[in-house]
């Protein structure tokens, strides 16, 4: 059930529906609270939505799981400017 939805919550992504496709992560994680590539993918839209620190907590949640995930540190990354 985690896939569907994931990929559902990543093509509203690509189509910049960031609200829906945030709603669909999150569904995802309710389904899935450790599940990597939905942390990604919130954290990848909620800066389009205005939500930079819940986007960093995300991000925060995935380092402590898998420290050097390249995805999550470039992602941390662009939205600290850096």
């Known amino acids: 059930m985690l896939a569907p939805r994931y990929r559902f919550a990543h093509n509203l992504a690509q189509q910049g529906?960031?609200?829906e496709a945030a709603a669909e992560y999150?569904?995802?994680l309710r389904?899935?609270?450790a599940s990597v590539k939905s942390k990604l993918g919130l954290a990848a839209?909620?800066?389009n939505l205005?939500?930079?620190e819940e986007?960093?907590?995300q991000?925060?949640?995935v380092l402590q799981l898998e420290p050097t995930n390249r995805t999550a540190?470039?992602?941390e990354r662009r939205i600290l400017g850096k």
């Open 50 to 52: 205005g939500r930079r």
């Open 73 to 75: 540190l470039e992602l």
């Open 26 to 28: 999150r569904e995802a």
């Open 45 to 47: 839209v909620l800066p």
């Open 31 to 33: 389904l899935n609270p």
């Open 17 to 19: 529906n960031f609200a």
């Open 55 to 57: 986007a960093l907590q």
């Open 59 to 61: 991000l925060r949640e």
